[in-house]
Each structure stands twice: as C-alpha cells, then as structure tokens.
Nanobody, 113 residues
Framework: VQLMESGGGFVQDGGSLKLSCTAT????????VAWYRRGPGKERELVAS??????TNYADSVKGRFTISRDNGNTVYLQMNSLKPEDTAVYYC?????????WGQGTQVTVSS
C-alpha cells in the first residue's frame, strides 16, 4: 500500500491550497482517514480527521480555515484557506489513528509572510 500526497506549494499569507491524498488500493474505503503535518523543528501533529460516518474533527489551530473531505473512491482532500506562516509544514495523510508503515513522502506547504 502506498499513499501519495500532492497539491502542496508556496503561497503568501492568506492564500489557499488544496491537498489530495490517494491510496494505491481501496484501503481508504471504510477507514477513518486524517491529515497530519510536521512543521520545522516540530513533532508531527494531527490536523484533521474524517471518520467513516463523515464526521470531521480539526485541530484548534486550523478550525474554520481547513476542510477535510473524501470522495466515494480512494482520495481524501484538505482544503486550506486563509493560510498563515505557521501552517508551513510537510503535510501527510494516513489512516486514523496512524499506521506507521503507511507514512509517505508528504507534500510541502510553505506560507510566506
């Protein structure tokens, strides 16, 4: 199984990005899935999760700005609006709770002030 994150980039303070994550098999179906991030010099942290019933949860730092969603296939998204420099990090997807063998390369998000 391989998870592939994409959509990162360089944006200015207040900008938006939409991240995508696709699994190489159908493992996301029926699974709880989440986005995580690791900022410079920080531990990896949970950003947002979506459970099988569709309920979502967010870290306090991103509430009201980020939206996690999933399609009926095998892709999970993270819409990020009103980005701030402190959102700069490598963003990863994984199941929730995370499975350490599934960590991919992530996608870099850099927000300039």
């Amino acid at each position: 199984v391989q998870l592939m994150e994409s959509g990162g980039g360089f944006v200015q303070d207040g900008g938006s990005l939409k991240l995508s994550c696709t699994a190489t098999n159908n493992m996301f179906r029926g699974s709880n899935v989440a986005w995580y991030r690791r900022g410079p010099g920080k531990e990896r942290e949970l950003v947002a999760s979506i459970i099988r019933g569709g309920n979502t949860n967010y870290a306090d730092s991103v509430k009201g700005r980020f939206t996690i969603s999933r399609d009926n296939g095998n892709t999970v998204y993270l819409q990020m609006n009103s980005l701030k420099p402190e959102d700069t990090a490598v963003y990863y997807c994984n199941v929730y709770p995370p499975n350490r063998v599934l960590w991919g390369q992530g996608t870099q998000v850099t927000v300039s002030s």
